[in-house]
T-cell receptor, first 115, second 110 residues
Framework: DSGVTQTPKHLITATGQRVTLRCSPR?????VYWYQQSLDQGLQFLIH???????AKGNILERFSAQQFPDLHSELNLSSLELGDSALYFC??????????????FGEGSRLTVL | LAKTTQPISMDSYEGQEVNITCSHN???????ITWYQQFPSQGPRFIIQ???TKVTNEVASLFIPADRKSSTLSLPRVSLSDTAVYYCLVGGRNTDKLIFGTGTRLQVFP
């Protein structure tokens, strides 16, 4: 158990719909990262938040948005869903202290299926 | 941002030592090298992190040459349960975009 909680674990929805994925980081971790992993593909960096502030964006579609709340949990909103958005969405948290990147702790992921 | 290059796949047999090399030619002075392991449908899991020379823990060793432009993850005596994808990640404390490379798919055979 990494200590990172993601909900829901599975989600099936239709094209054109909107969903919200939730991530609760490990206690004390200020950084939250979101990654998308399509079937048999690598991890695509979406966005990074640190203590409520957006720090970096990757190739995140305009239909996607995210935020980190004062209690440090984060939500990833996906709208106008397309078939190609079907993927595993991972959240990772990190303390971001020390000299390195800090160990990333990943949640179990939210598997989104768009029909 | 340091771009990483790894072999797409590797095969091994149980009991053998496996070495996976990652190239990161434009690594910055403050960057560390971290390796992660990922099983299907699970989130990646931290294996080891280092800055230079050699780091060893209970599951792996990480070798980093003096120029730090590459690194090698060494898994001693692999078992079937080591079949997974291995990613190297390069970044420092102030790296906000932590971008994973394509990873190396290791298949261990009996």
């Amino acid at each position: 158990d990494s200590g990172v909680t993601q909900t829901p674990k599975h989600l099936i929805t239709a094209t054109g719909q909107r969903v919200t994925l939730r991530c609760s980081p490990r206690s004390g971790d200020l950084s939250v990262y979101w990654y998308q992993q399509s079937l048999d593909q690598g991890l695509q960096f979406l966005i990074h938040y640190y203590n409520g502030e957006e720090r970096a964006k990757g190739n995140i579609l305009e239909r996607f948005s995210a935020q980190q709340f004062p209690d440090l949990h984060s939500e990833l909103n996906l709208s106008s869903l397309e078939l190609g958005d079907s993927a595993l969405y991972f959240c990772a948290s990190s303390v971001r202290t020390g000299r390195g990147t800090g160990e990333l702790f990943f949640g179990e992921g939210s598997r989104l299926t768009v029909l | 941002l340091a771009k990483t290059t790894q072999p797409i796949s590797m095969d091994s047999y149980e009991g053998q030592e496996v070495n996976i090399t990652c190239s990161h030619n434009n690594i910055a002075t403050n960057d560390y090298i971290t390796w992660y392991q990922q099983f299907p449908s699970q989130g990646p899991r931290f294996i080891i992190q280092g800055y230079k020379t050699k780091v060893t823990n209970e599951v792996a060793s990480l070798f980093i040459p003096a120029d730090r432009k590459s690194s090698t993850l060494s898994l001693p005596r692999v078992s079937l349960s080591d079949t997974a994808v291995y990613y190297c990640l390069v970044g420092g404390r102030n790296t906000d975009k932590l971008i994973f490379g394509t990873g190396t798919r290791l298949q261990v055979f009996p």
